[in-house]
Every structure is written in structure tokens, then in C-alpha cells.
T-cell receptor, first 112, second 114 residues
Framework: QQQVKQSPQSLIVQKGGISIINCAYE??????FPWYQQFPGKGPALLIA?????SEKKEGRFTISFNKSAKQFSLHIMDSQPGDSATYFC???????????FGTGTRLTVIP | NAGVTQTPKFQVLKTGQSMTLQCAQD?????MSWYRQDPGMGLRLIHY???????DQGEVPNGYNVSRSTTEDFPLRLLSAAPSQTSVYFC?????????????FGSGTRLTVV
């Protein structure tokens, strides 16, 4: 059973556009929500993360929006660039635990 | 700093063969883990360790064994490979304690079982 549900599976965006990837969870004990970026042939790398005590976190062109009541969080990539083309994973971790639970991934393609 | 090093990068096995995927980290991280990545499935946790001598099962442990004799190394063993174990395997580590969030991933081992 997938603990973190991610959509869409794939996304094609024009250069300069906004990319939006959504995730949802059920476990209210989750207290850490990171997003990972993965390029072909590489391991996932932390992109940005949020704790549930804030509703939004922004780092450069990347923003996480968090809705605690709906148990949803999303990644927004503003001014998307071809170099952003990668697979993105959302994840969640339970309070007091070490293990990450990942979404199924979104393959983003940014067209020049 | 090498970070997390996985070897080999690629491997082809025949059904029933055994092998060990190696993972080593030089950051003195207490926590280490193994994930497998399959299309449409994301990354799923196989086994993890919170310190030398301590291991535990993740979401999909069947068919895999691990041990943690040192802080640095966390090998993953396939005793009798099956085609269902064809996947990309990632090792990850982080400092100990649930308040530490900095997971570092290796670059992966692509395993094909024929």
C-alpha cells in the first residue's frame, strides 16, 4: 500500500511555464515532507523540504505548498527550464522514525 | 569526501545466482538503508540499519539479507536471484537520530536477473 500518493506520473511543460506536482498522504504521524530530484543514472538528491508547521516554503524557483487539513502537499517549479527535466519524488517521514516513504515519481520534461 | 559509494554500477545475474551489492559511506552516518526503484513504484525500502550490529526490515525485505558489522559498510545480499529482483538499487545514509534529515543517496546499482 502506497503511503504517499503522487500525481501526475508524467508532465510536459513549456520553458518558462509552471510545473506542479501533487502528493497526498493519510498517516497523520508524518512530520517531514521532502522532495527529491533525480537525473538519469543518478541517485535522488534533496531539492526542498517542509515541516507541517508552515504552509509554504520557497527556495529560488521551487516552492512547496502544504495543506495539513487536506493532507496534501505540492511542488511548484516556477519559470521551468530544460535543465529541470528530471524525475521528482515526494516523500514523508514519521515522527521519531528514520525511514522515508516515497511517492511513485513524476517524470518532468521541459520543452525549450 | 566520497559520500555514499555503491558497487557495482551494473550487474547481470542468472536466476538462482547469489551476489552482494556493496554500499560504503565515509560520513560516519549511523543510519543506512537500501531501496529498490522500479518504474511506477517509486523507491521502496528493503532493509535499514540504525547503527553497527543493528538491522531491520523495510517494506519489501523478502529475498534480501543485510548485515552491519561496521559503521561504514552496509552490504545487501541476494542469496538466490529471481527475475522479480531486476531493479535499480539505491543505498542511502544519514546522521543518527530522528531529528537529522540529511539523507545522502548513492548513484545506484542496476541489476538485471535473467
Amino acid at each position: 500500500q502506497q503511503q504517499v500518493k503522487q500525481s501526475p506520473q508524467s508532465l510536459i511543460v513549456q520553458k518558462g511555464g509552471i510545473s506542479i506536482i501533487n502528493c497526498a498522504y493519510e498517516n497523520t504521524a508524518f512530520d517531514y515532507f521532502p522532495w527529491y530530484q533525480q537525473f538519469p543514472g543518478k541517485g535522488p538528491a534533496l531539492l526542498i523540504a517542509i515541516r507541517p508547521d508552515v504552509s509554504e516554503k520557497k527556495e529560488g524557483r521551487f516552492t512547496i505548498s502544504f495543506n495539513k487539513s487536506a493532507k496534501q502537499f505540492s511542488l511548484h517549479i516556477m519559470d521551468s527550464q530544460p535543465g529541470d527535466s528530471a524525475t521528482y519524488f515526494c516523500a514523508a517521514r514519521q515522527t521519531g522514525a528514520n525511514n522515508l516513504f516515497f511517492g511513485t515519481g513524476t517524470r518532468l520534461t521541459v520543452i525549450p | 569526501n566520497a559520500g555514499v559509494t555503491q558497487t557495482p554500477k551494473f550487474q547481470v545475474l542468472k536466476t538462482g545466482q547469489s551476489m552482494t551489492l556493496q554500499c560504503a559511506q565515509d560520513m560516519n552516518h549511523e543510519y543506512m538503508s537500501w531501496y529498490r526503484q522500479d518504474p511506477g513504484m517509486g523507491l521502496r525500502l528493503i532493509h535499514y540499519s540504525v547503527g553497527a550490529g543493528i538491522t531491520d526490515q523495510g517494506e519489501v525485505p523478502n529475498g534480501y539479507n543485510v548485515s552491519r558489522s561496521t559503521t561504514e559498510d552496509f552490504p545487501l545480499r541476494l542469496l538466490s536471484a529471481a527475475p522479480s529482483q531486476t531493479s535499480v538499487y539505491f543505498c542511502a545514509s544519514k546522521p543518527g537520530g530522528s531529528s537529522n534529515y540529511g539523507y545522502t543517496f548513492g548513484s545506484g546499482t542496476r541489476l538485471t536477473v535473467v
